[in-house]
């Protein structure tokens, strides 16, 4: 028997391995991103079956066996049962765990990432918020908390102050002024309440983060500076991107 670790995590991937079983990205909470396999976990009735699959949040135990780790059991916490109710809701909670994927590091302690994963999963099925809001809220913190926070004070090529409106460039890395914008091809306007809705994502306490409302210009703006973001950081196109396109989410030339 190889060596065995407890831990506790969410499956943000898994993909079919063979006949049978799965492989599965595992976000940990002091391990950081962990490929495991779970053997028998596509076949129904197996244990592991009802317990390998993408969005659980779980208590499991690995064992280490020529190079990989091999689930051998696992314990549900939470199932996140309400995103699998809607569509909309599934496609935006699958762009938010392939950025956890993404975003996650080996063998890194990542409390700050499956927090607010966790806490952005329970918001985004909450019928009283949107869920692309709330999917973009993840995304753009996520991002921030990673080292990688957009300038959102100045004006990233000449320093000028940027107290209200701006533009913002997502390859850049944030706020242009109104002169600089012309040297961005990518640079967009970024409306005041877009800023503010900015500035309060990026430094408001992650445990009243999700809870806001916000218009649909918003929404907008704000998806799509992050998305654009997102893409110069991961370089390729996500497959739950592509998911969002075909349920008519994001516009086919966004
Ligand atoms: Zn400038």
Same mark, same amino acid.
């Not at 779980?58 to 049962?81: K, N, Q, T």
């Not at 699998?84 to 938010?96: E, F, G, N, T, Y």
């Not at 914008?181 to 999700?210: F, N, Q």
């Given at each position: 028997?190889?060596?065995?670790?407890?831990?506790?995590?969410?499956?943000?991937?898994?993909?079919?391995?063979?006949?049978?079983?799965?492989?599965?990205?595992?976000?940990?909470?002091?391990?950081?991103?962990?490929?495991?396999?779970?053997?028998?976990?596509?076949?129904?009735?197996?244990?592991?079956?009802?317990?390998?699959?993408?969005?659980?949040?779980?208590?499991?135990?690995?064992?280490?066996?020529?190079?990989?780790?091999?689930?051998?059991?696992?314990?549900?916490?939470?199932?996140?049962?309400?995103?699998?109710?809607?569509?909309?809701?599934?496609?935006?909670?699958?762009?938010?765990?392939? *950025?956890?994927?993404?975003?996650?590091?080996?063998? %890194?302690? /990542?409390? $700050?990432?499956?927090?607010? #994963?966790? @806490?952005?999963?329970?918001?985004?099925?909450?019928?009283?918020?949107?869920?692309?809001?709330?999917?973009?809220?993840?995304?753009?913190?996520?991002?921030?908390?990673?080292?990688?926070?957009?300038?959102?004070?100045?004006?990233?090529?000449?320093?000028?102050?940027?107290?209200?409106?701006?533009?913002?460039?997502?390859?850049?890395?944030?706020?242009?002024?109104?002169?600089?914008?012309?040297?961005?091809?990518?640079?967009?306007?970024?409306?005041?309440?877009?800023?503010?809705?900015?500035?309060?994502?990026?430094? *408001?306490?992650?445990?009243?983060?999700?809870?806001? %409302?916000? /218009?649909? $210009?918003?929404?907008?703006? #704000?998806? @799509?500076?992050?998305?654009?973001?997102?893409?110069?950081?991961?370089?390729?196109?996500?497959?739950?991107?592509?998911?969002?396109?075909?349920?008519?989410?994001?516009?086919?030339?966004?």
């Amino acid at each position: 028997m190889g060596r065995t670790i407890k831990t506790r995590g969410i499956i943000v991937g898994e993909a079919p391995m063979g006949e049978q079983d799965k492989r599965l990205t595992i976000l940990c909470e002091d391990k950081g991103r962990l490929s495991a396999i779970a053997k028998g976990a596509k076949k129904p009735g197996a244990r592991l079956a009802s317990q390998a699959q993408l969005f659980y949040y779980c208590d499991m135990m690995l064992e280490e066996s020529r190079g990989f780790w091999y689930l051998r059991e696992s314990s549900v916490i939470e199932s996140f049962y309400n995103l699998r109710q809607d569509i909309q809701v599934l496609a935006w909670a699958s762009w938010m765990v392939e *950025t956890a994927r993404e975003l996650a590091v080996e063998g %890194q302690d /990542s409390k $700050e990432l499956l927090h607010l #994963l966790l @806490r952005g999963l329970k918001m985004v099925s909450e019928p009283m918020l949107s869920p692309r809001m709330t999917a973009t809220t993840f995304v753009l913190r996520a991002l921030s908390d990673q080292g990688l926070q957009p300038e959102d004070q100045r004006c990233i090529d000449c320093g000028r102050p940027l107290p209200r409106e701006a533009f913002v460039s997502p390859s850049a890395g944030g706020l242009v002024c109104e002169t600089c914008v012309k040297a961005h091809v990518d640079g967009m306007a970024l409306s005041e309440g877009s800023l503010y809705t900015m500035r309060h994502i990026l430094h *408001t306490d992650p445990s009243i983060l999700y809870k806001f %409302q916000a /218009s649909a $210009e918003i929404q907008q703006e #704000l998806f @799509r500076f992050t998305r654009l973001y997102l893409h110069n950081y991961t370089q390729r196109e996500m497959s739950s991107l592509e998911f969002l396109r075909n349920l008519g989410e994001i516009p086919g030339n966004r």
